[in-house]
């Protein structure tokens, strides 16, 4: 668990198929990537792409996205070092494997996490990432592309944390930055990274919401994706968007709030959690002390702000 992190997709719009003159241009960052050779994947011809920082393993065919996925991941990881004040990225690239099917990608499994390949074979549409891998495959029907392409750049978060951070965020916040980056604008013209842009999670949001189905905060932060994962696909989903609107809620509702997210990542990159968690109250969760030192030490007053942003932007239908 503390390694390994997944990611459920939902059914949503995609890219619209295009005739090869209106193509998705890469997206609006330039990683320098080149086509280095082919690939093969037990047989399936493939191709391994390089950027900056990623190394791509696919047997996907799709231009729309063999174009956008190299500057998506980028984009994905400037957006990590851009939370996090003086992150450093180095070492050797991270590794993306996207295959063309999820038998292709089962078989991936096995490969890379042979003991976990039962459980993670139950995920449905979606992927995972270890050791700063992550196993994808295309899960959007023919002439689409979004669920593929977001599912990449949330991925590509916890790449980046499981190699580059000292120290493990709490799930919650693991989870909620990282289906952040699946906001993208998809137009002729290209992919576009945003952040503040998941209409998926934005309806399911909603759904919660009227539902009267948000998680209070005291308790949410306790859950993670492998217990939801066990109740149910239903809970998964909803796990995710609580996840998203949390994230989203501290970082653009508050500057207090947004301050302690960069702190709180600049602290796990650098190893220095240990002597604050140390000094929370005792008999509080790790979960807890990690709101209660970086965020706001009141929870409930901050579950109440939270709750009231999750109504004011659903009722608002902002995405």
Not at 68 to 95: C, H, Q, R, W, Y
Not at 171 to 181: D, F, K, N, Q, S
Not at 214 to 226: A, C, G, V
Request: charged share 25%.
């Amino acid at each position: 668990m503390r390694s390994l992190w997944l990611a459920l997709s939902l059914a949503c719009t995609g890219c619209a198929a295009t005739s090869s003159s209106e193509r998705p241009a890469p997206a609006a960052v330039d990683p320098g990537w080149t086509e280095a050779d082919t690939w093969d994947f037990l047989g399936h011809s493939g191709r391994r792409i390089y950027t900056e920082h990623f190394e791509i393993r696919t047997t996907v065919d799709d231009p729309r996205i063999i174009n956008a996925l190299p500057g998506l991941l980028e984009a994905s990881l400037d957006d990590v070092v851009t939370l996090t004040p003086g992150l450093k990225i180095t070492g050797t690239p991270f590794i993306t494997y996207l295959l063309a099917d999820k038998r292709q990608w089962r078989n991936a499994v096995r490969i890379v996490v042979p003991t976990m390949a039962d459980q993670l074979h139950n995920l449905g549409r979606g992927g995972f990432a270890i050791r700063g891998i992550s196993v994808l495959y295309d899960i959007d029907p023919e002439g689409r592309c979004r669920d593929t392409l977001a599912l990449a750049a949330h991925e590509a978060w916890h790449q980046v944390t499981q190699r580059t951070f000292k120290d493990h965020l709490p799930v919650w916040i693991e989870e909620g930055l990282a289906t952040r980056m699946e906001g993208l604008r998809i137009s002729a013209a290209g992919v576009e990274p945003d952040p503040s842009y998941n209409p998926e999670r934005w309806r399911r949001l909603r759904w919660l919401v009227y539902g009267r189905r948000l998680q209070p905060l005291r308790s949410f932060i306790e859950d993670d994706p492998y217990s939801a994962l066990d109740r149910g696909r239903e809970s998964l989903l909803d796990y995710y968007a609580q996840a998203w609107a949390l994230a989203t809620f501290l970082l653009e509702a508050d500057p207090a709030t947004r301050a302690g997210i960069g702190r709180l990542l600049a602290d796990a990159a650098a190893g220095n959690m240990g002597t604050r968690l140390r000094s929370g109250p005792r008999g509080m969760s790790r979960s807890a002390k990690v709101m209660w030192a970086w965020i706001d030490p009141d929870i409930d007053a901050l579950d109440a702000r939270f709750q009231n942003w999750c109504r004011q932007r659903v009722r608002g239908r902002r995405r």
